[in-house]
C-alpha cells in the first residue's frame, strides 16, 4: 500500500509540472502505458501472499482509474487556456505595444532650449534648494523687500529656501565665469500659491542671459524675436510694456502677438491679440557688482518665461493640475 501511495504522489506531482499538450502526453505514456511504472506494480502480485492479492489489484486499478481522471481534468484545463500553437488566425490585428511619450513640459523645454541654442545660448543648471544670497542679495532684492517673505517663500531654515525663480542660476554662473556669456536655464521653481486652474506651487521657468560689452535693449528684443519666432514658426511682433524687477534695469514684460489669431482676437488670448511671455530687462548694475564684473565695462539682458504658461496654450491645456497629475489618458494625448 505505501508503494502504490508513494507511485500515486509522484505521477500527481509531475501531472502538475506539465505545462503543455507535450508534457501532459508525455506523462499520459509514461504513467498510464502498458509498459509504464502503475502496470509494472502488477508485478509485485507474484510476491504477495494469495489472500492479499485480490485486494492489491483493485487498489492499483483504482489508481489507474484515479490518474486517468487527473490527466482528463489537466487537460481541460490546458484547453481553457490560450493555445500556443497551431490554430491562431495569423490574419488578425496585433495589440499594439504602449509607447510612452514626454510629457507636455519636457516637449516644451526642449523645443524652447534648442531655438536658445540656435542664437549661441547654452543650458547650465542650478541647484532648487538655494541660500538667500543667491535667491535675492545678489538678485538686488534688499532685505525688507516683500518678495522674501516668509509667506511667498519655501524656508527650509533661516537661510535655505527652495528658490521661488531660476535667475539664481544666473548668479551662479557669472560668479564662476567671465564675460562674454550666453546661457539659458530651464528649471522648476517654487512658491506657496494656493492651487487652482493656473496656479501651482511648483512650476518651471526659462532663464536667459546675455553678457557682454555693447549690449543694448535692442539685442535682447531681437533676441525675444527670433525666440518666438523659432517657437511658434513664423515672425510675430512683440511688444515691450515697462515694468519694474529688482534685479534689471529697465524692466519690461514681453507680450508676443497672438500666434492663433494673429492679433485679431481669439478665446486663447483672451480677445487682447496679445499674448503674455514673461519679464525681461537689461541686467541691473547691482546685479554685476555682486558677481565682481565691471558694470562700466560690461552689459547685458536678461529674461523669464513661464513654461506651463506656455505649454498650456501651445496644447490648449485648460488646468495646470492636468501638469503634475501624471493621468496617462491625459499624458498619452501628446505624442512626442
Ligand atoms: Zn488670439
Not at 499594439?96 to 540656435?118: F, N
Not at 512658491?191 to 496656479?199: F, G, L, N, Q
Not at 527670433?226 to 529697465?250: K, M, V
Not at 478665446?267 to 514673461?278: D, F, H, L, R, V
Request: net charge negative; proline share 7%; with cysteine.
Amino acid at each position: 500500500m505505501k508503494l502504490i501511495e508513494n507511485m500515486r504522489k509522484q505521477a500527481l506531482e509531475e501531472l502538475a509540472l506539465a505545462g503543455d499538450a507535450g508534457g501532459l502526453e508525455k506523462w499520459r505514456i509514461h504513467y498510464l502505458g502498458k509498459k509504464g511504472p502503475v502496470q509494472g506494480l502488477m508485478k509485485e502480485l507474484k510476491s504477495l501472499p494469495k489472500e492479499d492479492k485480490p485486494v492489491f489489484g483493485q487498489l492499483v486499478n483504482k489508481l489507474k482509474n484515479e490518474l486517468k481522471e487527473a490527466h482528463g481534468v489537466a487537460k481541460e484545463r490546458l484547453g481553457a487556456a490560450p493555445k500556443s500553437g497551431g490554430d491562431e488566425d495569423l490574419t488578425l490585428p496585433g495589440i499594439p505595444p504602449l509607447i510612452g511619450t514626454r510629457h507636455p513640459i519636457t516637449q516644451m523645454m526642449e523645443q524652447m532650449i534648442s531655438c536658445m541654442k540656435s542664437l549661441g545660448f547654452e543650458v547650465a543648471e542650478g541647484p532648487e534648494v538655494e541660500d538667500e544670497f543667491h535667491n535675492f542679495n545678489a538678485l538686488n532684492i534688499p532685505e525688507n523687500h516683500p518678495a522674501r517673505s516668509e509667506a511667498d517663500n519655501f524656508y527650509l531654515s533661516d537661510n535655505q529656501l527652495l528658490r521661488s525663480q531660476t535667475s539664481t542660476v544666473q548668479i551662479r554662473v557669472m560668479e564662476n565665469r567671465k564675460p562674454p556669456l550666453r546661457i539659458i536655464a530651464p528649471g522648476r521653481v517654487y512658491r506657496p500659491d494656493s492651487v487652482d486652474a493656473s496656479h501651482h506651487y511648483m512650476f518651471h521657468q526659462i532663464e536667459g542671459l546675455a553678457v557682454d560689452k555693447g549690449l543694448t535693449m535692442q539685442d535682447m528684443k531681437s533676441t525675444l524675436i527670433q525666440f518666438f519666432a523659432g517657437l511658434f514658426g513664423e515672425d510675430l511682433e512683440i511688444r515691450l510694456r515697462p515694468n519694474f524687477f529688482p534685479f534689471t534695469e529697465p524692466s519690461a514684460e514681453v507680450d508676443v502677438a497672438c500666434p492663433f489669431c494673429k492679433g485679431k482676437g481669439c478665446s486663447t488670448c483672451q480677445q487682447k491679440g496679445w499674448i503674455e511671455m514673461g519679464g525681461c530687462g537689461m541686467v541691473d548694475p547691482n546685479v554685476f557688482k555682486a558677481v565682481g564684473y565691471d558694470p562700466d565695462v560690461y552689459t547685458g539682458f536678461a529674461f523669464g518665461l513661464g513654461i506651463e504658461r506656455m505649454a498650456m496654450r501651445r496644447f490648449g491645456i485648460p488646468d495646470i493640475r492636468y501638469l503634475t497629475e501624471n493621468d496617462v489618458r491625459f499624458l498619452s494625448q501628446f505624442p512626442g
